[in-house]
Nanobody, 125 residues
């Protein structure tokens, strides 16, 4: 069982930046594909970035491409989401997730096996 703990959320003005971190309890962290999702009130979960085990494959949706950067440090069992040029529509609870299938970078939440508790990101206008 992998435990994931997100941190780094908060309140920021539009145009600002935040860096989210997700620390994993699992020593075999490097065997997992990692993803970030977000969910705003009344909306479905939205994929915002995914990275394969060695960082060789990374995917973003168009809504965040060029503004968000996902990265990972396998030595620290941590995945990051650097968010720049934040907009009010980026306001949501952000979740990291782990997929045991390291051959893919899934963009849908039901393919991920483990989830963190989420961290709130609020962007004021």
């Amino acid at each position: 069982q992998v435990q994931l703990v997100e941190s780094g959320g908060g309140l920021v003005q539009a145009g600002g930046s935040l860096r989210l971190s997700c620390a994993a309890s699992e020593r075999t962290f490097s065997r997992y594909t990692m993803g970030w999702f977000r969910q705003a009130p009344g909306k479905e979960q939205e994929f915002v970035g995914g990275i394969n085990w060695n960082g060789g494959r990374i995917y973003y949706p168009d809504s965040v491409k060029g503004r968000f950067t996902i990265s990972r440090d396998n030595a620290k069992n941590t995945v990051y989401l650097q968010m720049n040029s934040l907009k009010p529509e980026d306001t949501a609870v952000y979740y990291c997730a782990a997929d045991r299938d390291m051959t893919r970078v899934a963009t849908v939440p039901n393919l991920y096996d483990y989830w963190g508790q989420g961290t709130q990101v609020t962007v004021s206008s």
